[in-house]
């Protein structure tokens, strides 16, 4: 189980019909409406690309209003790092997430983000919350709309120098994985530049293809043969709520969560003069780094101490929350990448987008570093 770490302070998944049924979600958000009101929460209402999710987010925030809570409607499908943004630009107390994040298709569900949960709860009601009507048609009110993803974008190119890219020609394929965060990386990497960022996977789809919308439960075919047979210089495959990510090279090889953590964390030692500690999965066994018998040598090139081989997501919720002291990147195993000096939550979409400005500061050659971080890995003796 990963542990969250601006924690999903309460959370409920189920499959579809026969126990993600709009019974239950009502009674679930009346008992979190009268936890909210009580405390006085205004509350923030964000949705993915799953069957009818604009359609149950909508009767979420009509339940929640009929309580009395302040509240805001996501304006459209918004990964959680966007949602997380928000409530960092205080956009509401808490946001309850219409969604089973990287889970199969047949499964829904509503988590709650906040980080002090005391006196909330998602369990049903002991009794019926009154009736709402389920908006079948019709448009939800303006006033209680708020785009999320433009802010988020904003943000975002703040934090990367995304001319680098765009000045150096690369070819960039993009994997949306049908979920929220198509569009984002073709509208920042392609604005009057010369690079291309190609985007697959793209158009909402709420069966995600038929599989787990998660880059590392994906067999991501397509995404490696166009990386490999168009000769392009790096594939991106992001998950479905934007916050697990795969590196695809050249040679259509995906890099195992640990290998994309090292590369990363050695880029923003070198560029940025970043430091902290590193929070990486133990690769996996079929890994060409499996072991990493060199970790003593990479971590004295590059000043960085690696930690949370075992359990990285529980030693990244206690760095985060008891010793207050962020990683330079923290990963789990699916490929959820924490960016500590800029969020501290998992964001696939910054982590691919400082990806790209690796490959582009290193002349295009994303298979040149991971050879030469391999061979450091590996190296037997000196």
Same mark, same amino acid.
């Given at each position: 189980?990963?542990?969250?770490? #601006?924690?999903?302070?309460?959370?409920?998944?189920?499959?579809?019909?026969?126990?993600?049924?709009? *019974?239950?979600?009502?009674?679930?958000?009346?008992?979190?409406?009268?936890?909210?009101?009580?405390?006085?929460?205004?509350?923030?209402?964000?949705?993915?690309?799953?069957?009818?999710?604009?359609?149950?987010?909508?009767?979420?925030?009509?339940?929640?209003?009929?309580?009395?809570?302040?509240?805001?409607?996501?304006?459209?499908?918004?990964?959680? /790092?966007?949602?997380?943004?928000?409530?960092?630009?205080?956009?509401?107390?808490?946001?309850?997430?219409? @969604?089973?994040?990287?889970?199969?298709?047949?499964?829904?569900?509503?988590?709650?983000?906040?980080?002090?949960?005391?006196?909330?709860?998602?369990?049903?009601?002991?009794?019926?919350?009154?009736?709402?009507?389920?908006?079948?048609?019709?448009?939800?009110?303006?006033?209680?709309?708020?785009?999320?993803?433009?802010?988020?974008?904003?943000?975002? %190119?703040?934090?990367?120098?995304?001319?680098?890219?765009?000045?150096?020609?690369?070819?960039?394929?993009?994997?949306?994985?049908?979920?929220?965060?198509?569009?984002?990386?073709?509208?920042?990497?392609?604005?009057?530049? %010369?690079?291309?960022?190609?985007?697959?996977?793209?158009?909402? *789809?709420?069966?995600?293809?038929? @599989?787990?919308? *998660?880059?590392?439960?994906?067999?991501?075919?397509?995404?490696?043969?166009?990386?490999?047979?168009?000769?392009?210089?790096?594939?991106?495959?992001?998950?479905?709520?934007?916050?697990?990510?795969?590196?695809?090279?050249?040679?259509?090889?995906?890099?195992? /969560?640990?290998?994309?953590?090292?590369?990363?964390?050695?880029?923003?030692?070198?560029?940025?003069?970043? #430091?902290?500690?590193?929070?990486?999965?133990?690769?996996?066994?079929?890994?060409?780094?499996?072991?990493?018998?060199?970790?003593?040598?990479?971590?004295?090139?590059?000043?960085? #101490?690696?930690?949370?081989?075992?359990?990285?997501?529980?030693?990244?919720?206690?760095?985060?929350?008891?010793?207050?002291?962020?990683?330079?990147?923290?990963?789990?195993?699916?490929?959820?990448?924490?960016?500590?000096?800029?969020?501290?939550?998992?964001?696939?979409?910054?982590?691919?987008?400082?990806?790209?400005?690796?490959?582009?500061? @290193?002349?295009?050659?994303? +298979?040149?570093?991971?050879?030469?971080? +391999?061979? %450091?890995?590996?190296?037997?003796?000196?």
């Amino acid at each position: 189980m990963i542990v969250p770490y #601006r924690p999903y302070a309460l959370a409920w998944q189920a499959i579809y019909a026969e126990g993600f049924t709009l *019974d239950q979600i009502r009674r679930r958000t009346a008992t979190l409406a009268v936890g909210l009101v009580s405390r006085g929460m205004s509350c923030l209402v964000a949705y993915d690309t799953r069957f009818m999710g604009a359609l149950f987010a909508r009767d979420v925030e009509a339940v929640l209003r009929s309580y009395g809570v302040r509240v805001a409607l996501a304006a459209a499908p918004t990964p959680l /790092p966007a949602v997380h943004h928000a409530l960092d630009q205080r956009v509401a107390d808490c946001a309850l997430y219409v @969604s089973a994040c990287n889970q199969s298709y047949i499964y829904n569900g509503l988590a709650l983000i906040c980080n002090d949960p005391s006196g909330l709860a998602l369990d049903p009601h002991s009794e019926a919350p009154p009736p709402q009507p389920f908006p079948l048609s019709g448009e939800p009110n303006p006033d209680s709309t708020r785009d999320l993803r433009g802010p988020y974008l904003d943000a975002l %190119q703040s934090i990367v120098d995304l001319d680098v890219v765009r000045r150096n020609s690369l070819t960039i394929f993009v994997d949306a994985m049908n979920g929220t965060t198509a569009g984002m990386l073709p509208t920042l990497l392609g604005e009057g530049g %010369q690079t291309r960022a190609i985007e697959i996977n793209r158009d909402p *789809d709420p069966l995600f293809g038929r @599989s787990a919308p *998660d880059p590392f439960a994906s067999s991501l075919v397509r995404l490696k043969k166009l990386v490999r047979e168009s000769d392009s210089h790096l594939g991106l495959a992001i998950s479905a709520d934007g916050t697990a990510l795969a590196l695809v090279d050249k040679h259509g090889e995906q890099l195992d /969560p640990a290998e994309t953590a090292l590369l990363l964390a050695a880029y923003l030692v070198r560029q940025y003069r970043q #430091r902290g500690p590193l929070v990486v999965p133990a690769p996996a066994a079929d890994s060409p780094v499996a072991g990493l018998p060199r970790i003593g040598a990479w971590e004295e090139n590059t000043g960085l #101490r690696i930690e949370g081989l075992n359990d990285p997501a529980q030693r990244l919720h206690q760095m985060i929350f008891h010793e207050r002291n962020p990683p330079i990147i923290g990963a789990t195993p699916n490929g959820q990448l924490i960016v500590g000096r800029y969020a501290l939550y998992p964001d696939a979409i910054l982590a691919g987008l400082l990806c790209a400005e690796l490959v582009a500061r @290193s002349g295009g050659s994303l +298979r040149t570093l991971v050879e030469a971080q +391999r061979e %450091q890995l590996t190296k037997v003796g000196g």
